[in-house]
């Protein structure tokens, strides 16, 4: 497909996309869509990967995602009626492949892609669930689905398969422990990987300043003893 051609279909895809995620309030808005399309284009540009198939996967990935929809199959089956209706059908075969498997599934849960474009979606994927954003989704998740704040006597649960994952309710702040500090180590990409030190090094002091408010020691002087 000619350049300007397949620029105009992706206008097309990107306005179908934004009315879909248009009221979203769980963290994957349109906005989270856009941002890992850059992240994930970037990405793909320092790591020789497809850029074209990097593009569509990144519009898509939410598309298809578990949590959106009543099936595996379901999904996909949004992700190509949006690529057939957008005379974008000729990617359905590399685009799903590289967003079949890009989900944190859980902390015991193998997770690799195989290609290196699904690879760079992956990671673009998890570095916006990193740093001051990361954060801000986090809480913005647990708030659309009723999940408590904190509680110190829940404690984190490593869990080993899918389906513990997806039953999974714990306090947000569990989640950072649960899934987000995890992240960091299971990127694919030296470019990521880059990006993402910085950003995991926030959130953990976020979570450090967290517990100090929490326990009080932020205000608590030895002096008070």
Known sequence: MKEPIFREAVGRLENSIRRMQATDSSGHDWWHT???RNLATYIASKENADLLVVELAALL???SDWKFNVDE???FDNVK???VVNKLEKYTRPVISCIRNISFKGAGVPDKPGSIEAQCVQDADRLDAMGAIGIARTFAFGGHHNRTLFDPETKPVMVNTFE???SQNSPTINHFYEKLFLL???LNTVTAKRIAADR???MEAYIKRFMDEWNGSDFISEQDF
């Open 200 to 202: 995991h090094q926030f």
């Open 73 to 75: 199959k379901a999904g």
């Open 61 to 63: 990935h939410d598309v």
């Open 164 to 166: 513990q994952y997806k």
């Open 81 to 83: 009626g949006l690529l």
């Open 184 to 186: 960091h180590d299971r």
């Open 34 to 36: 856009w941002r890992v």
